[in-house]
């Protein structure tokens, strides 16, 4: 799993996950009450979508592809997206792209979960 520290803000009635750098809009009602806090949110390798060419998604991160790991059925795809922020992706093999290449990342808000920061690392949603 990706861990990516930042803060949950709520503005104009909206919950977003601040990581400083990008915000993510977050559709998690039940994380209201955690408005303000710093929260660590987790992302599988297989959630991250990586937008085809054309394609650019709202919220979407530009990454360069620092190293391809072809596995057989999967492809694991290293993204150094900025200020030493490093992502791992699953990709079809079909459609993984060249190391070098710069690509758009997308954290669909629906696949990130988040835990509290600390020792604990309690899910929180």
């Known amino acids: 799993m990706n861990f990516l520290e930042g803060t949950l803000?709520?503005?104009?009635?909206?919950?977003?996950f601040d990581a400083g750098r990008w915000r993510l809009a977050v559709g998690n009602a039940n994380?209201?009450?955690?408005?303000?806090?710093?929260?660590?949110?987790?992302?599988?390798?297989?959630d991250l979508h990586l937008a085809q060419p054309g394609e650019v998604p709202d919220g979407?991160?530009?990454?360069?592809?620092?190293?391809?790991?072809?596995?057989?059925?999967r492809t694991w795809v290293h993204l150094e997206v900025q200020d030493g922020l490093r992502l791992v992706a699953r990709t079809?093999?079909?459609?993984?792209?060249?190391?070098?290449?710069?690509?758009?990342?997308?954290?669909?808000p629906d696949r990130a979960h988040f835990f509290q920061t600390g020792e604990s690392g309690t899910r929180i949603g």
């Open 60 to 73: 979407s991160l530009r990454a360069e592809v620092a190293l391809v790991e072809p596995l057989g059925d």
């Open 9 to 16: 803000v709520g503005e104009d009635g909206r919950l977003g």
């Open 92 to 108: 079809d093999p079909r459609h993984a792209p060249a190391c070098g290449a710069t690509v758009l990342v997308q954290i669909p």
């Open 31 to 46: 994380l209201a009450s955690h408005a303000g806090r710093r929260v660590v949110l987790g992302i599988r390798p297989e």
